[in-house]
């Protein structure tokens, strides 16, 4: 199983201020990550897949980076509706076994 | 406009048995990888099972192997979930997802469905 980690756990940003979120892979998953939002009492949304792609009507605020066991999201500009958890996924083992990693809290500081 | 629709979960004594349901609207539901996709109170995601698009291949994740069955009907364009052997650690809130995109592939889950909560309690 490919373990995934995530800091920080909790990133207190204000906003209009950018935010550097960080996912770690215990081993390579090449490009093969996605990152997803997720509000209180909602489902998930994806934002962006194979790393740094953006999905159908994400805002350009949200870019995505990195290959192998170190991937970045970073959100420009933090708008209110952004304040929420993030989460990686890795899919590198599609179909037989996708990972989460724990996610990062994005907060109003 | 692609719709998910989850139905099926409720309070069950451990040992019990339940089955999910996910009705699927707006797309050619038999294009599309789908998955089952869990949330314990105040945790995580993990993902529990997949099931590909003809229902001829299907995998889960180590913790519910041997006690969940995914399944598809592409007539009914339905997913399912039949979850034997209930634990305590399989209260979740269970979401259906379906894979962004269609065909030999897997980009992430781009529709979820609102989930349906299962408690596993005496």
């Known amino acids: 199983e490919i373990v995934m980690t995530q800091s920080p756990a909790t990133l207190s940003v204000s906003p209009g201020e950018s935010a550097t979120l960080s996912c770690r892979a215990g081993?390579?998953?090449?490009?093969?990550l996605a990152w997803y939002q997720q509000k209180p009492g909602q489902a998930p949304r994806l934002l962006i897949y194979?790393?740094?792609t953006r999905a159908t009507g994400i805002p350009a605020r949200f870019s995505g980076s990195g290959s192998g066991t170190e991937f970045t999201l970073t959100i420009s500009s933090l708008q209110s509706e952004d304040f929420a958890l993030y989460y990686c996924q890795q899919y590198s083992s599609w179909p037989r076994l996708f990972t989460f990693g724990p996610g990062t809290k994005v907060d109003v500081k | 406009e692609v719709q998910l629709v989850e139905s099926g979960g409720g309070l069950v004594q451990p040992g019990g048995s339940l089955r999910l349901s996910c009705a699927a609207s707006?797309?050619?539901?038999?294009?599309?990888?789908m998955s089952w996709v869990r949330q314990a109170p105040g945790k995580g995601l993990e993902w529990v099972a997949n099931?590909?698009?003809?229902?001829?291949?299907?995998y889960y994740v180590d913790s519910v192997k041997g006690r969940f069955t995914i399944s598809r009907d592409n007539t009914k364009n339905s997913l399912y979930l039949q979850m034997d052997s209930l634990r305590a650690e399989d209260t979740a809130v269970y979401y259906c997802?379906?894979?962004?995109?269609?065909?030999?592939?897997?980009?992430?889950?781009?529709?979820w469905g609102q989930g349906t909560l299962v408690t596993v309690s005496s």
């Open positions: 194979t790393a740094s």
């Open positions: 997802a379906r894979s962004y995109c269609g065909g030999e592939c897997f980009l992430g889950w781009d529709y």
């Open positions: 081993q390579s998953v090449s490009s093969h």
């Open positions: 099931i590909k698009q003809d229902g001829g291949e299907k």
């Open positions: 707006g797309f050619t539901f038999s294009s599309y990888l």
